[in-house]
């Protein structure tokens, strides 16, 4: 009986201690782009943001990209979205980044939050990297580069509603493309409801 006891308070503990750990990787990366001079200034004027704190990308000839994030309505978490990502061409190694999704206004937040959504060719993102040079770590319309994380004025803009900011993790990355992401969207009612099958949920 003891043993059960010990065994469900640990249990219990790991769970609230993973759930922390989770948040904290969220809150950090939230920070990092709040701190870089690229990125900052998105959060003042965008009606939300969908935030992704690492999205794994390798392979060489096919390279995948992987990643899952939150979405947030006007700094309110409202929901979570999984990233996919599969391109064809030369990617030697893995990479990892952390990536951003400004929402302009709320006709880009309903379009992105629809289900599934995926970024055309067109869509590119703004690359936060120490070390980046003006041509590398960048790809796609719109793109920019910092010589740091926290020393550069704002760069970027909307795009059909959008801006992506990515910040890589370990070092220089000189493909940063965001083309043909694809996008899954369960608002939190939904995971809630899906957890308890029974909850009432026409309130």
């Known amino acids: 009986m003891k043993r059960a006891f010990a065994a469900s308070c640990l249990f219990a503990v790991m769970t609230l201690w993973c759930q922390g750990a989770l948040a904290d990787e969220y809150e ?33 000839g096919v390279g995948a990209a992987h990643g899952k994030g939150r979405v947030y309505e006007k700094g309110r978490y409202v929901g979570d979205a999984t990233l996919n990502q599969l391109s064809v061409g030369f990617q030697a190694g893995g990479q990892a980044y952390s990536q951003i999704v400004f929402f302009q206004d709320k006709r880009a937040f309903d379009e992105f939050t629809r289900g599934e959504y995926e970024f055309g060719a067109d869509v590119g993102a703004v690359a936060i990297t120490a070390g980046a040079s003006a041509r590398a770590g960048t790809s796609g319309a719109g793109a920019g580069a910092s010589g740091g994380k926290k020393d550069a004025t704002t760069v970027g803009k909307y795009h059909k509603g ?17 083309a043909g992401q694809k996008f899954k969207y369960t608002p939190l009612k ?7 099958p029974g909850a009432d949920t026409s309130r």
Do not use: R
Not at 37 to 58: I, R, W
Not at 162 to 178: C, H, L, N, P
Not at 190 to 196: L, Q
């Open 190 to 196: 939904t995971k809630h409801a899906e957890a308890d």
């Open 162 to 178: 959008m801006a992506v900011f990515t910040i890589v993790k370990g070092g220089a990355m000189y493909e940063a493309s965001v």
């Open 28 to 60: 950090d990366t939230i920070k990092l782009f709040k701190n870089a001079g690229e990125s900052a200034a998105f959060f003042d004027k965008s009606y939300g943001y969908a935030v992704f704190p690492t999205v794994g990308k390798g392979g060489l």
